[in-house]
């Protein structure tokens, strides 16, 4: 059975400094996704990483995908308040038709 | 605009009484996706159907039924045999089609209490 974690679950920052969310699952995958949830909202696509070594970036975020470690880190550049949000990592099911979600992690940037 | 939507929006079950809640979907998307989100924990998927007229349970399917006669709707019903209700509701849906490529999309959401 696929079981997806994520650390920490919980954040909080000082703005401008630099930290890593961690996602780990138990069983082979390469399609992982991330995904960003403002407090009351939908959750919002971030990045979508579908081999060994990828890595994609937008703004002050930047994934990466290592599916022999089954690890995906989600790198925060020089935080701002405008991230505090929860982040979520899903993977995709050995068959694909479904996803599995970490607990999210919950980001406080503090001014 | 294409998109999901998601009604309503706020929904107070009585104790005894079957609630439903609505997801259309104008993407032309083929799988549709409803999951259950509790505080501290994440996502956990009730029920999904990749096809019209057809569809799978997740892990938390017990208490609930959907139904599938449409492309474009995904229809949930909570009932009375689920005990513990009170949740905020996710719709999505996602592009088969296009490969893996493409994420789930996501809705508003229904927040869901008992009265």
């Known amino acids: 059975e696929l079981k997806v974690e994520q650390n920490p679950l919980f954040l909080s920052m000082q703005e401008g400094k630099n930290y890593t969310i961690y996602c780990n699952y138990s069983t082979t995958s390469d399609r992982l996704y991330w995904y960003r949830q403002d407090p009351g909202k939908s959750l919002e696509s971030l990045f979508v990483l579908l081999s060994n070594g990828a890595v994609k970036q937008e703004g002050r975020l930047m994934a990466s995908l290592d599916t022999k470690a089954r690890l995906s880190t989600l790198h925060i550049t020089a935080a701002v308040h405008d991230l505090s949000a929860t982040y979520f990592c899903?993977?995709?099911?050995?068959?694909?038709?479904?996803?599995?979600f970490g607990a999210g992690t919950i980001l406080r940037v503090k001014s | 605009d294409g998109g999901i939507t998601q009604s309503p929006k706020y929904l107070f079950r009585k104790e005894g009484q079957n609630v439903t809640l609505s997801c259309e979907q104008n993407?032309?998307?083929?799988?549709m996706y409803w999951y259950r989100q509790d505080p501290g924990q994440g996502l956990r998927l009730i029920y999904y159907?990749?096809?019209?007229?057809?569809?799978q349970k997740g892990d938390i399917a017990e208490g609930y039924s959907v139904s599938r006669e449409k492309k474009e709707s995904f229809p949930l019903t909570v009932t009375s045999a689920q005990k513990n209700p009170t949740a905020f509701y996710l719709c999505?849906?996602?592009?088969?089609?296009?490969?893996?490529?493409?994420?789930?999309?996501f809705g508003d959401g229904t927040r869901l209490s008992i009265l």
């Open positions: 899903a993977v995709d099911n050995s068959r694909g038709n479904k996803l599995v």
């Open positions: 993407l032309n998307h083929d799988a």
């Open positions: 999505a849906s996602r592009t088969i089609l296009q490969g893996p490529e493409q994420p789930q999309h």
């Open positions: 159907s990749q096809i019209v007229n057809d569809f």
